[in-house]
């Protein structure tokens, strides 16, 4: 089985200033690694994935994040956040093969631009 | 990228009524569909797998017979929560796979349905 762990459950951060969001797994299989962005009532948004390839991803909105496989992390950050940044980010693993498709999701981590 | 819709976006209940909430995918076929639910302040769970054709496959703890599952179509996952109670009262959210030459398992998520049950 695998889990996912956000160590920050709240990030207060000033406008412009940079933020990194802290994600950290485990799995005994490789795993595909996401961050999804969701707004106040609304479903989930992909901020990017890390599937296989380069450990650097860019993702949508100026994100980008790290795969870290001997610390098992995939820490979120951006160098210069906006108000609108303001919302919950979820980290989420999945398995390849017949689990194609099934999330694991971490606790969600809560992102508060203030200007 | 592609598009999931789900209907209805809100929906409040009596105490024992059933509820069905519908997912469809709006540009592409989707043989398998996910049902998460989101209580407040708590991340997703996965719910079920819903199978075009078959029956759903449910997680560990969820009551089948509480939260039925049918995949009429290749566009269509509907799910109906059965005699609701004030504990249903949840944040329920579809997802789909797009086919593999549009993406790399990852899962595009409908708007959500919030359940409010009296």
């Known amino acids: 089985a695998q889990s996912v762990t956000q160590l920050d459950s709240q990030v207060p951060v000033f406008e412009e200033a940079p933020v990194e969001l802290r994600c950290n797994y485990s799995s005994s299989v490789s795993v595909y690694l996401f961050w999804y962005v969701q707004y106040p009532n609304q479903g989930l948004q992909l901020l990017l994935k890390y599937l296989s390839g380069s450990t650097l991803v860019k993702g949508i909105n100026g994100f980008e994040a790290e795969f870290n496989k001997s610390q098992t992390s995939f820490h979120l950050r951006k160098p210069s956040v906006h108000i609108s940044d303001t919302a919950e980010y979820f980290c989420?693993?999945?398995?390849?093969?017949?689990?194609?498709?099934?999330?694991?999701f971490g606790q969600g981590t809560i992102l508060t631009v203030h200007p | 990228g592609a598009v999931v819709s789900q209907h209805p976006s809100r929906v409040i209940c009596k105490s024992g009524t059933s509820v069905k909430i519908e997912c469809r995918s709006l540009d592409f076929q989707a043989t398998t569909m996910f049902w998460y639910r989101q209580f407040p302040k708590q991340s997703l769970m996965l719910m079920a797998t819903s199978n075009e054709g078959s029956k759903a496959t449910y997680e560990q703890g969820v009551e089948k017979d509480k939260f039925l599952i049918n995949h009429a179509s290749l566009t269509l996952s509907t799910l109906t929560v059965t005699s609701a109670h004030p504990e249903d009262s949840s944040f329920y959210i579809c997802s789909a796979p797009p086919p593999r030459d549009r993406g790399g398992n990852e899962q595009f998520f409908g708007p959500g349905t919030r359940l409010t049950v009296l």
């Open positions: 989420a693993v999945s398995k390849g093969g017949t689990s194609y498709g099934k999330l694991t």
